[in-house]
């Protein structure tokens, strides 16, 4: 089985603060990582790979220092590393982020399964996935919390929905996005880390790909951001303060008049 | 292609842009901010500049025409033949802005049966609804979606199209986008038609919810965006309104599906939907433990509501998934959130504070849920729970 994996570097939001004063984002000492939800593919990637042999290759699109996210996949395990890389790229949509990524599969070649996360943190659209699956003419298995059989050309899945899951079946190859619920990601082992050191990605620019720079980038993007500005901060109100029983029956009281109680 | 660039002319060299850059592409070289390689063109340092000395340039490829395209549809999804509650406030939402620009309003509806949701989606507010009537509609099944939807579109294309920020919806929607060849904004919060150019202007969360985006897609339609359930109010039915229904039952095998679904699993923690409770009682970190949430069941018992979580306690493993409230959880939109023990981080904040009474209780006066609280109380949850418990039991 070949298993491709899209990997995304992003800035590690949960340590981005906002400056009071200047309102920017801090990004002083936030480190850029593999898209945490990513983790999880490359995990499940891996858990196939040992079941039934074959290989797994990661592929991203991102400016050069993305190439981190590759070297971390394979201290992992992976085995090989692609990079989509140049200025055509930038300032992509998920549009035009899914259509390089369909091309870069397919100049992977062959391949029976393609792994996403979820989302990106950054952008949390999770809309990557599924377009993907449509630039490839394949099906999409969304929100995947587990493999329950895979072989060939055929694949089951169990599929969260908002009160469970759905049992899926699915014709190979495919495209699935996955949770966090499907399994708990390795460690990179030292033999992996010593392979990374020495790892070169194998990178491909637009004219590599064959790819249509008119789809690609910013100029490839339908949507375009207006404007980006601060949420408006709901005001806060009256602090009950006291000993713990007074300020408890006064809160009682006032839900009481709100007649949101029985 | 695309580049920011500094206007050095008009740098000052105050070097505000250059934390708010998230990849670090923004350096100080001599008197100027300077963009080095790693820029990933996000535009967020345009923004920041206080001299409007950044700018964002494109080459843009010779703008196609727009297709002829008219009317706002809705797909309206429907949950074991019923509509969901996301459908209804996105017909009250598509109602709106069909009425702005002087359009009509069209629903989508899928499923095994649609009669009765579509005479339903008419008393909401739909000038038209299109049903597809066929078995393998009534699960989701992409394949039969995205074909389903092309043929009752039958070559007409609507300016713009919204569909429920839902599991189906986050699935199927991207994948029609793509196969229309146009935009998609997810999860928007926001949705308004600019004055002067008509365009829909889509406001969503970036960055984990620090900032918020306003989105357009200019040149290419549909217009589409995803909405999640609770963000918009539902609008009243009239079942007195009069609108065209026309529902096609005839696929002549054209809904082939590659995917199948074998069965449906219910899962039992999940019978209280938070998104649906009037009244939530949620814990955070601060409640210290699994077996203390059963104080907030207690009183969220006295109340008549639901338990909740900030995602620290769901991913200590107390409370599942399902009942986390936020920007990864689910949005909620009760008459009254009691917060207990949470701090109130900006993610955990989005999901929840277009709720009508906000009540927190947190040790740290400076815990910013305070921000958002109607009523704010400094003390131990542990402590100040119960005694609120024993207050409602004694009228
Ligand atoms: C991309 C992204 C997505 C995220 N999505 C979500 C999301 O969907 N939902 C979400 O909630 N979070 C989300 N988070 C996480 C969020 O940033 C916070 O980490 C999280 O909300 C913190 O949970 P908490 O308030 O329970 O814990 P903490 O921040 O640790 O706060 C615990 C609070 O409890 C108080 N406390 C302690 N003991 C007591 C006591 N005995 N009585 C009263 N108060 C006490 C403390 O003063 C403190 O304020 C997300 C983060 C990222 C980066
Ligand atoms: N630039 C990228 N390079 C590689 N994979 C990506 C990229 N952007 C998104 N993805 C994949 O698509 C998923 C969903 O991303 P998003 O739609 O941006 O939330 C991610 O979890 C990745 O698996």
Redesign the interface.
Same mark, same amino acid.
């Given at each position: 089985m070949k298993i491709i994996v899209c990997i995304k570097q992003v800035p590690d939001t949960v340590h981005v603060r906002i400056n009071e004063k200047t309102g920017a984002m801090e990004r002083e000492g936030v480190p850029a990582v593999v898209n945490p939800y990513d983790l999880y593919a490359l995990e499940e990637a891996l858990r196939l790979r040992e079941a039934h042999g074959g290989t797994v290759a990661a592929l991203t699109m991102g400016p050069p220092q993305a190439e981190a996210v590759l070297r971390d996949a394979i201290a992992l395990g992976v085995d090989e590393g692609y990079h989509l890389s140049g200025r055509e790229f930038a300032g992509g949509d998920t549009l035009a982020t899914s259509y390089a990524l369909a091309k870069g599969v397919e100049k992977i070649g062959e391949y029976h399964l393609v792994l996403c996360g979820k989302q990106a943190i950054d952008g949390d659209t999770a809309q990557v996935g599924p377009e993907l699956a449509e630039h490839l003419g394949l099906p999409f298995l969304g929100f995947v919390r587990r493999v329950r059989e895979s072989g060939a050309g055929r694949i089951v899945v169990e599929r969260m929905t908002e009160d469970g899951a759905d049992v899926v079946e699915s014709t190979l190859p495919a495209v699935i996005s996955v949770v966090k619920e499907i399994n708990t990601p390795r460690l990179p082992s030292l033999k992996g880390k010593m392979r990374a050191r020495s790892f070169k990605a194998t990178t491909w620019n637009a004219e590599a790909l064959g790819a249509d720079e008119a789809r690609l980038g910013f100029a490839g993007s339908p949507t375009k951001v207006v404007k980006i500005f601060h949420p408006e901060a709901r005001r806060g109100g009256e602090m009950l303060t006291g000993e713990p029983a007074e300020v408890a029956a006064r809160l009682a009281e006032k839900l009481r008049s709100l007649g949101v109680c029985r | 292609? /695309? /580049?920011v660039r500094v206007l050095p002319e008009q740098c000052t060299g105050c070097g505000?842009?250059v934390?708010?850059?998230?990849? +670090?592409?923004i350096e100080m070289r001599g008197p100027a901010a300077f963009i080095t390689?790693?820029? /990933?063109?996000?535009?967020?340092c345009v923004?920041?500049c206080p001299v409007e000395a950044i700018e964002m340039q494109?080459? !843009?490829?010779a703008a196609r025409p727009c297709e002829p395209c008219r009317g706002v549809w809705v797909f309206a999804e429907l949950?074991r033949g019923r509509l969901v509650g996301v459908a209804r406030e996105l017909m009250a939402k598509g109602r709106q802005l069909a009425d702005r620009k002087g359009t009509e309003l069209t629903a989508l509806v899928f499923g095994a049966a649609v009669e009765a949701p579509a005479r339903e989606l008419v008393a909401l507010g739909a000038d038209r609804v299109l049903g597809a009537e066929h078995p393998v509609l009534e @699960?989701?099944h992409?394949?039969a979606y995205v074909a389903a939807c092309l043929a009752l579109a039958d070559g007409q294309r609507p300016e713009i199209m919204l569909c429920g920020g839902?599991? @189906?919806g986050?699935?199927?929607f991207?994948?029609l +986008?793509?196969?229309l060849?146009?935009?998609?904004? +997810?999860?928007c919060t926001s949705l308004e038609i600019d004055e002067e150019s008509g365009i829909l202007?889509q406001t969503r969360? +970036?960055?984990?919810?620090?900032?918020? !985006? /306003?989105? !357009?897609?200019?040149?290419?339609r549909p217009q589409m965006a995803t909405v999640r359930p609770k963000v918009f109010p539902a609008g009243a039915s009239d079942p007195a309104r009069i609108g065209e229904i026309v529902i096609r039952r005839d696929w002549d095998g054209r809904l082939h599906s590659?995917?199948?679904?074998?069965?449906?699993?219910?899962?039992v923690v999940?019978t209280v939907?938070i998104a649906e409770a009037?009244?939530i009682v949620a814990g955070g970190r601060g409640m210290g433990a699994a077996e203390n949430f059963a104080l907030l069941e207690q009183l969220a018992r006295?109340?008549?509501g639901a338990v909740a979580a900030s995602r620290a306690p769901v991913d200590a493993g107390w409370v599942p &998934?399902?009942r986390q409230v936020g920007?990864?959880g689910k949005t909620v939109c009760p008459?009254?959130y009691i917060a207990c023990g949470i701090s109130g981080q900006?993610q955990h904040l989005?999901g929840m504070?277009s709720a009508d009474?906000i009540?927190a209780i947190n040790k740290d006066p400076q815990a910013p849920i305070?921000?958002?609280?109607? &009523?704010?109380?400094?003390?131990?949850a542990l402590?100040?729970v119960p005694?609120?418990i024993? !207050?409602?039991g004694r009228?």
């Open positions: - | 292609m /695309t /580049t505000e842009c934390p708010s850059c998230p990849v +670090a592409a390689d790693a820029c /990933t063109v996000c535009g967020i923004t920041v494109h080459v !843009a490829p949950h @699960l989701f992409d394949d839902t599991v @189906l986050r699935a199927f991207p994948r +986008a793509a196969r060849d146009t935009g998609l904004t +997810a999860d202007l969360p +970036a960055y984990g919810g620090n900032l918020l !985006a /306003t989105i !357009a897609c200019p040149d290419r590659r995917t199948k679904v074998l069965e449906v699993l219910e899962e999940q939907n009037d009244v006295v109340l008549g &998934y399902a920007q990864t008459k009254l900006v989005v504070q009474v009540v305070f921000s958002v609280a109607t &009523y704010g109380i400094v003390g131990d402590e100040i005694l609120l024993k !207050a409602l009228p």
